[in-house]
């Protein structure tokens, strides 16, 4: 079997490494597609191509996500053909609002289910989910206590909280801006966004997630929001390039996008 992560071939005369990334994502999702690779775009060492499947999905709502977390089979094998070497399965809160079982996380037991069915294929990408990459920057950034800002309603907010605090971290505040249409929500104004983040006491807090979905519009806000506010941000998006890159053994050192991803950056410890 091959290593898909030396196979991939740089473009010409580029003199840089290239990886293809594959994104595995809602059908009304537009957000993740625009900034990850705005994100990626912006590393020293390596290039990107960025490559999607879709699973059907327009509400936020648990029987919705249900419905679109049994596509994921098939939205994998799609990506799989694509000669991937990281894929990202595009939506926190499919997986967050599913909880736990008998101790595991739901972003861990989908990882491990796509990781072996694209095994079964010879196919070994790194697979990640953003529910997993948020949980993977927290932890490696020692951060422990988060105030969150999300576009959900309340009682799928809510199962977002109860999940991050499962996995070992305080939630010390939140914001749920109660939009359910998943179209609308890649729509929501940075200044709502950003009014949500200023209301939150973020005095017991270690970071900001500002935007705990990868389809709510942030990265344009992440910068200005840690100057303002004074503590480390992040994002889906954010935390879902800096899990990426580690996957991928690439350097984190992206410029303009917050104290995450800064070389060698310290959040919460």
């Known amino acids: 079997m091959s290593d898909p992560i030396t196979r991939t071939a740089s473009p010409a005369g580029s003199g840089r490494t290239h990886r293809r990334i594959g994104l595995v994502v809602p059908s009304s999702n537009v957000t993740v597609e625009t900034e990850m690779p705005a994100l990626l775009q912006r590393h020293r060492d390596a290039t990107f191509s960025f490559h999607s499947t879709r699973m059907r999905m327009h509400t936020v709502s648990p029987e919705e996500l249900r419905a679109m977390n049994a596509q994921r089979g098939r939205c994998v094998d799609e990506i799989g053909d694509a000669g991937v070497d990281t894929i990202l399965y595009a939506c926190l809160v499919a997986?967050?609002?599913?909880?736990?079982t008998d101790g595991v996380g739901e972003h861990e037991r989908t990882e491990e289910v796509l990781t072996?069915?694209?095994?079964?294929?010879?196919?070994?990408?790194a697979v990640t989910s953003s529910?997993?990459?948020l949980v993977h920057a927290l932890r490696a950034t020692g951060t422990?206590?988060?105030?969150?800002?999300?576009?959900?309603?309340?009682?799928v907010a809510e199962l977002v909280v109860a999940y991050v605090e499962?996995?070992?971290?305080?939630?010390?505040?939140w914001r749920a801006l109660e939009v359910?249409?998943?179209?609308?929500?890649?729509?929501?104004?940075?200044?709502?966004?950003?009014?949500?983040?200023?209301?939150?006491?973020?005095?017991?807090?270690?970071a900001l997630i500002l935007s705990a979905c990868v389809q709510m519009p942030s990265l344009p806000l992440v910068q200005a929001a840690e100057d303002e506010l004074g503590l480390p941000v992040?994002?889906?998006?954010?935390?879902?390039?800096?899990?990426l890159l580690d996957r991928l053994g690439l350097p984190v050192d992206l410029p303009g996008a917050g104290r995450l991803l800064t070389r060698d950056a310290k959040v919460g410890v």
């Open 95 to 100: 997986l967050m609002a599913q909880g736990h």
């Open 144 to 155: 422990r206590r988060v105030a969150l800002v999300m576009p959900y309603l309340r009682p």
């Open 116 to 125: 072996d069915r694209l095994t079964e294929r010879g196919l070994a990408p």
């Open 166 to 173: 499962a996995e070992g971290f305080t939630v010390t505040d």
């Open 131 to 133: 529910a997993g990459a």
């Open 180 to 206: 359910a249409d998943n179209a609308e929500v890649g729509c929501i104004p940075s200044d709502r966004v950003l009014d949500a983040a200023r209301s939150l006491d973020l005095s017991g807090a270690d």
């Open 234 to 243: 992040l994002t889906a998006a954010t935390a879902g390039a800096f899990t």
